[in-house]
């Protein structure tokens, strides 16, 4: 078992990853929540149908329910948020019960904002099934739902009480769910840490083959950085802005996709090349990172160029909406290496207008 302290400002929890911990559970809370409490496993239909059997039966002797939330991330919404409130409220949860997200990022995000909020805050365990919620939405507190206007604009921080991790439920997850977020594990190499970086050249297919000790490794390591970051900067003021490399052009495809064309994932690794090709452009980075980039993501069989549906005015004008605009300019993250990113940065314009023509070349 590997265990990663994330001490902060006034809380401090332990992120414990192991293969095969789902099955040592009631082992687990016995030490992180001991005493007389409920638990209410939180999951969405999928998640229940694969493993929600076999956890309840693991869980014999504990008080336990079960709330099943819809799969999807158009369910991330006030709707069933309130469902969850209403299954509180009703069945009489009080403040030392324990909320236990089991799921992907919706489900953890769900039931992080009734945890956040019933009675003004509830003890909740993130136990994330995909690879991005293992790696990301999992760890550092971000809670939130999604409103008919945008995505997760009713939101807080809110620090779980732990976060168990078991690498072997990545083994059920769609191809094109675990390639979309080892883009995002990518990107920790990329943006934080080159060694990491060349962990994932060296073994990714092994990772993509589906060997457990490698699968532990990266997810294990990917966990150490993003609570590095999240140790530097829980409310997201500053460094933790490094964490969007590669978002800036990314969440503007996945809107012109309305949501299905390009995946979270897929989108990102258009961005992370996008981001690469305007630091060439600017002279920050070496010739060849690009390419070594470029190479790792392919190895995935991740999208490295644009697919030519969208007008490139039609991106600039999206780019420009993204949330991260301040001062009327939009900030980038920009590589200065494999490994090295720095945020806040501007691009000029005719250089943008370059790396997209040529990402649709
Ligand atoms: N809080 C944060 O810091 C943070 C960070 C990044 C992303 N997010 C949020 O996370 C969400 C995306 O997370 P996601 O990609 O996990 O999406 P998701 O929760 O929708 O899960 C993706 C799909 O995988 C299924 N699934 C889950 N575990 C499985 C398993 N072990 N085997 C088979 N199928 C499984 C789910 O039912 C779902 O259909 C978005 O809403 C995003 O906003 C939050």
Not at 300 to 313: C, D, F, H, T
Request: aromatic content about 8%.
């Amino acid at each position: 078992m590997k265990r990663i302290e994330l001490v902060l400002h006034n809380r401090a929890y332990s992120i414990q990853i192991e293969y095969g911990l789902l099955f040592r559970l009631k082992e687990i809370l016995a030490e992180i929540a001991p005493g007389d409490r409920r638990f209410l496993l939180v999951t969405d239909e999928v998640v229940a149908e694969l493993y929600g059997k076999r956890v309840l039966e693991s869980f014999a002797g504990l008080l336990v329910d079960l709330f099943v939330l819809p799969s999807g991330e158009e369910n991330k919404n006030l709707e069933n948020l309130n469902r969850l409130y209403d299954y509180l409220i009703i069945n009489g949860y009080e403040r030392r019960d324990v909320l236990l997200a089991f799921g992907g990022g919706v489900v953890g995000d769900i039931t992080g904002m009734a945890a956040a909020t019933y009675l003004r805050g509830v003890p909740y365990i993130q136990i994330p099934s995909t690879l991005l919620a293992q790696v990301d939405a999992g760890i550092g507190g971000k809670v939130a739902v999604n409103h008919a206007l945008g995505k997760n604009l009713i939101g807080s921080f809110y620090q779980p009480k732990a976060v168990l991790v078991d690498p072997s439920l990545l083994d059920t997850l769609s191809e094109r769910e675990l390639r979309g977020a080892i883009a995002e594990v990518i990107k920790y190499g990329v943006a934080l840490d080159y060694e990491f970086f060349v962990f994932l050249e060296e073994n990714v297919a092994g990772i993509l083959e589906g060997d457990r000790f490698l699968r532990e490794e990266m997810v294990a390591r990917a966990c150490e950085l993003k609570a590095g970051i999240v140790r530097q900067d829980e409310l997201d003021l500053g460094v933790r802005a490094v964490l969007n490399f590669g978002h800036t052009l990314g969440h503007a495809l996945e809107q012109l996709g309305e949501y299905r064309e390009y995946s979270h994932g897929e989108a990102v690794s258009i961005g992370m090349v996008a981001v690469f090709a305007m630091a060439e452009e600017l002279g920050l980075v070496e010739r060849g990172d690009k390419e070594r980039v470029i190479a790792l993501l392919e190895q995935v069989g991740l999208p490295v160029r644009l697919k030519g549906m969208y007008a490139k005015e039609r991106i600039k004008e999206s780019i420009g909406k993204d949330k991260k605009k301040s001062e009327g300019q939009v900030r980038w993250v920009l590589p200065e290496r494999i490994g090295k990113a720095k945020i806040n940065c501007i691009v000029p314009e005719k250089i943008l207008d370059r790396v997209l023509l040529d990402l649709m070349g």
